[in-house]
């Protein structure tokens, strides 16, 4: 079965950047897409970005894009968050996720394994 271990949160100011990390092991890792979701406390769980098999697709969410990238290396199984220009609203528990789906899918239970999660605070 799929594993998924986040890292990489912490406490940063608002405008600082932060980059997690989710390291997948259990299965074939180019065979799955890869999302980050992120719940602040009270809040149902929320679509941050996701990536194709091969990285050539990204998906985000309106509220982090063009501050947020994620990517993958395939040769390392590993994906990653980078996150610039940091709003307190940006606080959150962030999940890795994976499935295997045909392209990343937006809705939270339609992912099948999920990371422990990472806290990020952004101090104001």
């Known amino acids: 079965q799929v594993q998924l271990v986040e890292s990489g949160g912490g406490l940063v100011q608002a405008g600082g950047s932060l980059r997690l990390s989710c390291a997948f092991s259990?299965?074939?890792?180019?065979?799955?897409?890869m999302g980050w979701f992120r719940q602040a406390p009270g809040k149902e769980r929320e679509f941050v970005a996701g990536i194709s098999w091969r990285g050539g697709s990204t998906r985000y969410a309106d509220s982090v894009k063009g501050r947020f990238t994620i990517s993958r290396d395939n040769a390392k199984n590993m994906v990653y968050l980078q996150m610039r220009s940091l709003k307190p609203e940006d606080t959150a528990v962030y999940y890795c996720a994976a499935d295997r789906h045909l392209s990343v899918v937006v809705t939270a239970q339609a992912w099948d394994a999920w990371g422990q999660g990472t806290l990020v605070t952004v101090s104001s």
């Open positions: 259990g299965r074939t890792f180019s065979s799955y897409v």
